[in-house]
């Protein structure tokens, strides 16, 4: 996600011409998502028309537009149908900051997408960002290919030449967008150090690693392209950075003989706020030797672990890392020897983390009866562990968390273990940051606080659901969240909807425009109801 929003100054004050820049004339976005425009939606929440006008846009897609308009026939409730005309093409309205390619490759294309009201790219929401449009992405010639194509250079080189540790980066320097200063990370001691003429944000997330190879297996399953990835020259040495960095992550706090191991990553920052350092003097919570498990310092809410092996990140990067092993390499670079052992030694890798995720990130709760004595235990996932057999036992909004887990696919959403987990992530009684309320209740995390839900976390809910009640619930809860502006919101206050955080989430729209079109695939009769 993104720091703190008042902390970052932006220094961008000239903006050069660049392929994509939208006429000076344009209103600020990070403004106009904040004000209500006409046309209202006919419904009662009266929504906003919140896409910029046509000459605004970052970039404009037939086959979105197309889908928008055909929508209309699909989804009864206007309001309803407003929120997907406003949020689904979100991404491509305002956030492709700027396309071109290569300087030192002319035939390499670059897409810079940003997260919303900072000039910098993160490699998950960037990632997410595409994902929504995976559905319409048929082959390697639309328009929309070349956009994931572009993401998936820029994140190459941005895992090779400017950190693999690093979660948020600065402008391609042939977009001649000046740096972003990050003044929140002024006081930042990081190792590795970093460039921050390269890098906007140094919190190494091992679900950052995944979300590039979330992409790219995206990428090549929905076209075919394969020629994309055996002719580009970064993708492969990428991917040998992204596991580099892992394996040297699985380093543990302690040598057999007892003495501190010097740790690949360290972070510290001078703060108020707990979650955006690492404890022990940037090494963060001791982690066990022998465990398998990846560690990560930050969650991906760019909030710091309490312990290092996150759960969610690491069934995120089990699954990708085998996506990538059997779809990409094996396919790509398989006719060499180099090749196929490469892809068999990451296909190991990737089923070994997947055991230790069974093995360490299961574990056994009590089973409270209702005059509060423990009957029996259960076994649920856990969001983080330390090895040493303390558990975190809780959920964060942001994906990869534990709810989003049938999403990326690491397990089935009728999965015993993944239902008693769900069970107790959607109640207050068993996870901290479940927060209920009459506006909507939803998880949240300790990035937006106790007493805020996350929209993007009732998204998630109803795409792992099969159950119509739980998923027009939700929707209705959605519905009523938007302030009358129409976006997705990061987080909104459960008893009081005018109360929220971020008018600008590219992400959360796109996610929620994926829902529509996960509901209409599955079950198209919701899409038919009236929520009013
Ligand atoms: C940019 O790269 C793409 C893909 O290789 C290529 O088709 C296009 O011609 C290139 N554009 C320029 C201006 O070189
Ligand atoms: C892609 O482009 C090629 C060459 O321009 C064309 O022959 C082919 O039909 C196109 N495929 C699709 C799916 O549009």
Not at 13 to 22: I, N, R
Not at 456 to 477: F, H, P, Q, W, Y
Not at 491 to 506: H, I, L, M, P, Y
Request: aromatic content about 10%; glycine content about 6%; charged content about 20%.
């Amino acid at each position: 996600m993104k720091p703190n929003s008042l902390s970052i100054i932006t220094l961008s004050l000239l903006v050069p011409k660049t392929a994509t820049s939208v006429p000076p004339s344009c209103p600020d976005y990070s403004e106009y998502s904040k004000t209500r425009h006409e046309p209202f939606s006919s419904g009662r929440y009266a929504l906003s028309y919140a896409r910029p006008p046509l000459q605004c846009r970052t970039f404009s897609s037939p086959e979105v537009e197309s889908l928008i308009t055909l929508m209309e026939s699909e989804i009864s409730d206007p309001d309803l149908y407003r929120l997907f005309q406003n949020t689904y093409p979100n991404t491509l309205d305002t956030a492709i900051r700027w396309r071109g390619n290569s300087s030192t490759n002319p035939l390499e294309e670059l897409t810079f997408i940003i997260t919303g009201d900072i000039d910098a790219m993160w490699l998950r929401d960037s990632a997410n960002q595409l994902q929504s449009y995976l559905p319409l992405l048929a082959s390697s010639n639309s328009s929309l290919s070349s956009l994931f194509r572009g993401v998936i250079n820029l994140q190459s080189r941005y895992l090779l030449t400017s950190s693999p540790y690093c979660n948020s980066f600065q402008p391609p320097s042939e977009s001649r967008i000046p740096p972003s200063a990050n003044s929140a990370a002024d006081s930042d001691d990081v190792f590795p150090p970093y460039d921050p003429s390269r890098v906007f944000e140094c919190k190494y997330e091992l679900d950052s690693l995944a979300a590039f190879l979330q992409l790219s297996v995206s990428y090549i399953q929905a076209t075919g392209d394969a020629d994309f990835f055996s002719s580009s020259l970064t993708w492969l040495p990428a991917l040998k950075a992204v596991l580099e960095t892992a394996r040297s992550m699985q380093t543990p706090t302690y040598s057999p003989e007892g003495s501190v191991l010097p740790s690949p990553y360290r972070f510290t920052r001078l703060t108020r706020r707990q979650t955006e350092t690492l404890s022990n003097d940037g090494l963060g919570g001791p982690v066990a030797s022998g465990t398998g498990l990846i560690r990560s310092a930050f969650r991906p809410s760019d909030d710091s672990t309490l312990h290092q092996f996150l759960i969610p990140s690491n069934m995120m990067f089990a699954r990708y890392l085998g996506l990538a092993a059997s779809s990409i390499v094996e396919r790509c670079f398989g006719d060499e020897d180099a090749g196929s052992e490469f892809a068999s030694a990451l296909l190991k890798f990737s089923s070994d983390l997947r055991s230790a995720i069974e093995t360490h990130g299961v574990v056994p709760v009590p089973v409270l009866a209702a005059d509060g004595s423990a009957t029996r235990t259960e076994t649920v996932y856990a969001y983080e562990v330390d090895g040493f057999g303390s558990a975190n036992l809780m959920d964060d909004a942001n994906v990869p968390s534990l709810l989003s887990a049938p999403l990326f696919g690491y397990l089935a959403a009728s999965d015993p273990a993944y239902r008693r987990t769900r069970e107790r992530i959607l109640s207050q009684a068993a996870n901290g940051y479940f927060m209920k309320g009459p506006v909507i209740s939803a998880v949240g995390g300790p990035h937006a606080g106790p007493g805020m839900a996350w929209p993007m976390a009732s998204i998630v809910r109803i795409m792992t659901s099969d159950d119509d009640d739980e998923i027009a619930g939700a929707l209705k809860e959605l519905l009523a969240s938007t302030d009358g502006l129409g976006l997705m919101h990061e987080s909104v206050n459960t008893f009081d909807a005018s109360k929220w955080t971020r008018q600008w989430f590219s992400w959360a729209n796109g996610l929620f425009g994926q829902m529509i079109l996960d509901l209409r695939a599955r079950k198209p009769h919701i899409l038919r109801q009236n929520f009013q």
